[in-house]
């Protein structure tokens, strides 16, 4: 029988912050400096952003949890159009607060080389339609967005000239919301008539985030409050987060599994079996920023990345250790330790091969720490989950480095899909998959 993964956390009281002296939690503040939110990504501020045709207000059709979620989508029709005629949409992924699809155009329409139009201009020049689904809270349940996303098809159907099918899909998150929202119309028996279903390193298995950093930052968020009340935590915390990370915590003192610490998480899994797992009608796309040739980053477990001794305080957050038991992630002490966190039986995660996050990186240039630059990026999406390897999706860990280059078509979920030709930035453009999606497109 498989050992299930944990954390355990040793304290001399039962939270590391009561055990602080004033002058200590003080000096832990100063020196983990202000990251804002930890782990949101900033808007794409560079470049130029086209002005949408059309822009949608969005109210879901059905609340989740109580909440009724709200969006909008802007909408770039092919030149001479009046209203869509060949609808492609994409979603927008997880981050803190509302989404910023002029950010999100400049992103997705940077020219992975010079003279190269961007990947939303190339679709516009196939005659594609490109709406961009935007959600007002971008940390929300899924499937409290996914009900913002079927309201988006129904518009899209309304207003559509003439039957072409639609194209659906979305980056990151996005890609879950969508695949929750049309599996959830076919459950219901609504054509959503969709021909054509794409993921952009979606989390299909789940993501992950170091487990040492949601501890810092809990911790953060408790010893110096933010003033505008969007705590360190709150990305973390959010139902987005604890839905799809593989690995969630819900505080810095926290002991037990890391796979079901959250009900959320198995919320959402059970939901997802109910109306299907994925919709069945469309052709199923995936891409993926990760390798496909089981090699990650050169992060090797175990490895000190943020390791701050200054005065009596020392501070050390690592690389995840490989399995075990009791591997040690991380500590705070002054002069001898005051919290300790070890990890079991939990995969390397950080140097799996996967669309990555400069999660370490951000922390230590908020603290004023040199950092190599080759521990500023951690493994964020794994490959193996954004190609939606068939595994259960709490389990699927041991399969982290898995040489992807020649699968069996019954190993995934979906019917295609393409691996980058390294381990980038979690949603970057590049040719690989750029040229790969448009040629799945051609034709269409």
Known sequence: MAQEPRIDVESKTSTVESSLAPEQIERIASVLGDPGVWFATPPVREGEAAEPDLVWELVADKPHRGL?????????????????????????????????????????????????????????EMGLDVILLGFDQRQAYVQANAAV???????????????????VGGVGAGGMITRYALARMESEGVDHQTDKYFSYDTPHLGA??????????????????????????????????????????????????????????????ADLRRIGWFP????????????????????????????????????????????????????IGFGEPVWTSATSYVAAFDGAPGGTMDAFGRVADAMGLPIEDRFRGTCFVPSVSAIALARDPLTWPSELYTDLRELQKDETFLDAYCCDSGNTPHGAVSRTLVEWFVDQLAGW
Not at 153 to 161: A, G, I, K, S
Not at 222 to 246: F, M, N, V
Not at 312 to 325: S, T
């Open 149 to 167: 996303a079927v309201t988006c098809l129904r518009r899209v159907l309304e207003t559509r000239r003439g039957d072409t099918p639609l194209i």
């Open 208 to 269: 992950w985030i170091p487990l040492v950093l949601q501890q810092l930052a809990y911790l953060h968020e408790t010893i110096q409050p933010r003033p505008d009340g969007a705590g360190q935590a709150e990305l973390i915390r959010s139902p987005a987060a604890q839905q799809l990370l593989w690995g969630w915590l819900p505080g810095t003192s926290y002991s037990g599994r890391v796979t079901d610490a959250s009900p959320l998480r198995k919320e959402l899994l």
């Open 68 to 124: 009724v979620a709200t969006g909008r989508a802007h909408v770039h029709l092919v030149k001479g159009r009046t209203a869509p005629v060949r609808p492609l949409i994409f979603a927008d992924g997880f981050n803190y607060g509302p989404s910023d699809l002029a950010g999100m155009w400049r992103h997705f329409n940077t020219p992975y080389e010079p003279g190269v139009p961007g990947l939303l201009d190339q679709l516009l």
């Open 280 to 331: 069945m009608r469309p052709y199923k796309l995936g891409l993926a920023n990760g390798s496909g040739e089981g090699r990650g980053p050169d992060l090797r477990p175990g490895t000190p990345v943020l390791d701050l001794g200054e005065g009596p305080l020392r501070l050390v957050a690592r690389i995840q250790p490989d399995q075990g038991e009791l591997r040690n992630v991380g500590a």
